[in-house]
C-alpha cells in the first residue's frame, strides 16, 4: 500500500531532511557518502529509552545495488515516522548500542513496508556489533541456517547516524514474527478447535515470563530448571487458554523424550517434535559453538495443527559470542561439544541447557541421520571454502565504510567483554582468526560427530531384535518397527489365524531402528501372527488383529 502525504506534511518533511544535512556537515565529517545504504535517525531531543520505544524520524538514503549513497540525497527509500527503543541485554552496556524499531504511521499505527528489498513487516532491528570486531558473526550464523534451507533474520549492512552523531556499521534486520518464521498468525479469540493449536513462537532465554520445565538441565549445580518465555502471541496478548495450549504442548515433547519409549515413532518424541529441525539448528550451534546456544536466545515454533502440528527448532537467533567470541565456558575452544555446556558450567546462572540435546544423541535413528545430514551439507554449502567465499565477500562490502566505523569505535587490539586472549591487532588479524577456527572447528566435528550409536538395550533381552506395530489392533497408520541390536537379514511372513500365509518378504536390517515398508490396511478383519526370524535362529511372533 502507498503511503500518501498530503502536502503540508511533505514539506515538513523536506525541510527536516534539509536540517538533519546542515546538521550532520556541522557536526560529523566521518560520513558524506558509502557504497552501503545510509540510515539518519532524529529522536528531537529525546533519550531512547530500554522496553518503551519513543517516537522518533527516521530516513534511509538508497539508490539501489551498486550505487553510492550520499548524505546530501534526498531520504528516498523510507522517510517517515518510527518508534524506537534500545534492545539487548548484556549488550547495554556497551556505548555502541542495538535498537528495535517500529515504522510508523504518521497517527503512530504500525506501517507494514518493505527496507533495502526485504519483505514487508513494521518491525526491525538495527543490530550493533560492537563487542564482535569481526561485524560478521550474526550474518554469517543466519546465512548458514538459510543455506540449509531454515528461515533466520535477513539482514543488509547500513551505516547509521543517530542524532547527528556517526554511530558506524549497523545490521538492519528483521526481527522474529510470525509471518517471517511462516507460523498462522493468532487472534485472542483463538480458544478453540485447529485455531488453538497455532502458531506459536516461544523460547528459552534469562528473563522467563511463561513456565518452568518439569525436568531440571542435565548436571545442573542447583537443580536448575530451564525457563520458557513467550515471543508468539506476546505475554500482553495471549490468553489463558492458549498459554495452557502451548505448555501442553512442550510438557507432552518434553515427557515422551524423556520416557523410555522415546524412539518410537508413534508415541515417542516424533509425535511432537520435527527432528529435521532440531537437527539443522544443532548445526549451526555446533559449527560456531554459539556459548549462550540451546539455552538463551533459543528459539523454537509451533504451527496450527491443520498446516503442522509439530514443534520446530529454530529460528536461529544471536549469534555475537560465537565463533571464538566468548573467554568463558570454554566459549572459543574448537574442540567440544556446545550443548554439553552444562559439563563445563554447571553453575551458570543465566540459564543451561535442557536435557533434550543429551537425549537425542542417545537416539540411534537421530544420531544417524544427523550424520548423514551433515556429510551431506560439507559437500556443499559448508564447505570450508563456500565459508571463507561468504566471509571475504562480507569483508569486501563493508571495506570503505569498515574505515569510518573502527574510526568512531577505535577498538581493534583491546578486549572488549567478552573477546577471547589472544586478541587480533588488527581487522585483517580478526578474519583470519574467524578462518583458522572455522576451519579448525570444522575438522572437528567431522572427526567426533558420531556415525551412529549401539541402541539402548534391555538387559532382560538376551536376543538381538525388538519388535513392535503401531497401532495394534490395525489402522491405516499401523507400521511395523524392528529395533536391531546389530546389522542383519531377517524374513517377515504374517499367517492368518488358520495357518494361511499372507504375505512373505526380506528385509535388511540396520543397527537400530528400523520400519517395514509395508501397508497393512488390506487386510480383512481377523487375528493375525506376524513371524519375524533371523539366520541365527531367532524366532519372534506376534499377534496383530484387525
Given at each position: ?216 538441565a542435565l548436571k545442573s549445580a542447583n537443580k536448575n530448571f530451564p525457563h520458557f518465555s513467550y515471543v508468539y502471541p506476546k505475554e500482553t496478548d495471549i490468553v489463558a487458554q492458549q498459554k495452557a495450549y502451548i505448555k501442553k504442548q512442550v ?296
Amino acid at each position: 500500500m502507498t503511503w500518501h502525504i498530503p502536502y503540508n506534511k511533505k514539506i515538513v518533511l523536506l525541510v527536516f531532511h534539509v536540517l538533519v544535512i546542515l546538521n550532520l556537515y556541522g557536526q560529523s565529517s566521518l560520513l558524506t557518502s558509502s557504497n552501503l545504504p545510509i540510515v539518519v535517525i532524529q529522536t528531537n531531543g529525546q533519550t531512547i529509552l530500554d522496553d518503551l520505544k519513543i517516537t522518533a524520524d527516521l530516513g534511509i538514503i538508497y539508490n539501489g545495488t551498486g550505487q553510492r549513497n550520499a548524505l546530501s540525497d534526498a531520504f528516498n527509500h523510507y522517510n517517515g515516522k518510527i518508534g524506537i527503543e534500545i534492545r539487548g541485554q548484556s549488550s547495554q552496556m556497551f556505548p555502541m548500542k542495538s535498537y528495535g524499531i517500529e515504522l510508523r504511521l504518521l497517527d503512530g499505527s504500525s506501517n507494514n513496508q518493505s527496507l533495502l528489498g526485504m519483505p514487508s513487516e513494521s518491525d526491525w532491528v538495527l543490530y550493533a556489533p560492537y563487542t564482535d570486531k569481526t561485524l560478521m558473526r550474526n550474518v554469517l550464523a543466519y546465512g548458514i541456517s538459510n543455506s540449509l534451507g531454515r528461515y533466520a533474520a535477513r539482514c543488509r549492512y547500513v551505516e547509521l547516524i543517530l542524532d547527528n552523531d556517526y554511530k558506524g556499521i549497523y545490521v538492519l534486520m528483521e526481527k522474529i514474527k510470525p509471518v517471517r518464521v511462516g507460523v498462522t498468525k493468532m487472534k485472542k479469540t483463538d480458544i478453540e478447535g485447529d485455531a488453538l493449536t497455532g502458531g506459536y513462537i516461544f523460547s528459552l532465554d534469562k528473563q522467563p515470563n511463561a513456565w518452568y520445565s518439569s525436568f531440571p538441565a542435565l548436571k545442573s549445580a542447583n537443580k536448575n530448571f530451564p525457563h520458557f518465555s513467550y515471543v508468539y502471541p506476546k505475554e500482553t496478548d495471549i490468553v489463558a487458554q492458549q498459554k495452557a495450549y502451548i505448555k501442553k504442548q512442550v510438557d507432552d515433547f518434553e515427557a515422551a523424550l524423556n520416557s523410555s519409549n522415546f524412539q518410537d515413532p508413534l508415541i515417542g518424541v516424533r509425535k511432537y517434535a520435527d527432528l529435521n529441525s532440531f537437527m539443522d539448528y544443532f548445526i549451526v550451534n555446533e559449527i560456531s559453538r554459539n556459548v549462550d546456544g540451546y539455552r538463551l536466545s533459543s528459539y523454537f515454533n509451533k504451527d496450527r495443527d491443520s498446516k503442522n502440528s509439530l514443534i520446530k527448532a529454530g529460528p536461529v537467533w544471536d549469534y555475537d559470542l560465537s565463533f571464538r567470541n566468548a573467554n568463558y565456558c570454554n566459549g572459543s575452544n574448537v574442540n567440544g561439544w556446545a550443548f554439553q555446556f552444562n559439563d563445563v558450567c554447571p553453575n551458570d546462572g543465566a540459564g543451561l541447557v535442557p536435557f533434550w540435546w543429551e537425549k537425542l544423541f542417545t537416539d540411534s535413528n537421530y544420531v544417524k541421520d544427523l550424520y548423514k545430514r551433515w556429510s551431506q551439507q560439507r559437500t556443499t554449502v559448508l564447505k570450508t571454502a563456500n565459508l571463507n567465499q561468504v566471509i571475504d565477500s562480507i569483508v569486501q562490502l563493508t571495506d570503505e565504510a569498515r574505515q569510518r566505523h573502527f574510526k568512531r569505535w577505535p577498538i581493534l587490539g583491546q578486549y572488549i567483554w567478552p573477546n577471547p586472549n589472544p586478541i587480533p591487532n588488527s581487522y585483517n588479524e580478526e578474519i583470519s582468526y574467524l578462518k583458522l577456527w572455522l576451519e579448525q572447528r570444522l575438522i572437528w566435528i567431522d572427526q567426533n560427530l558420531p556415525k551412529q550409536i549401539k541402541p539402548n538395550w534391555p538387559v532382560s533381552n538376551t536376543g538381538t531384535l525388538q519388535v513392535n506395530v503401531f497401532p495394534n489392533p490395525i489402522n491405516s497408520n499401523s507400521i511395523i518397527q524392528i529395533i536391531a541390536k546389530e546389522a542383519q537379514e531377517i524374513s517377515l511372513e504374517l499367517f492368518q489365524i488358520n495357518g494361511k500365509l499372507t504375505f512373505s518378504k526380506k528385509k535388511l536390517l540396520v543397527e537400530g531402528q528400523n520400519q517395514v515398508d509395508q501397508n497393512l490396511t488390506f487386510l480383512s478383519s481377523g487375528i493375525y501372527l506376524l513371524v519375524i526370524k533371523n539366520g541365527a535362529g531367532e524366532k519372534i511372533v506376534t499377534k496383530l488383529i484387525k
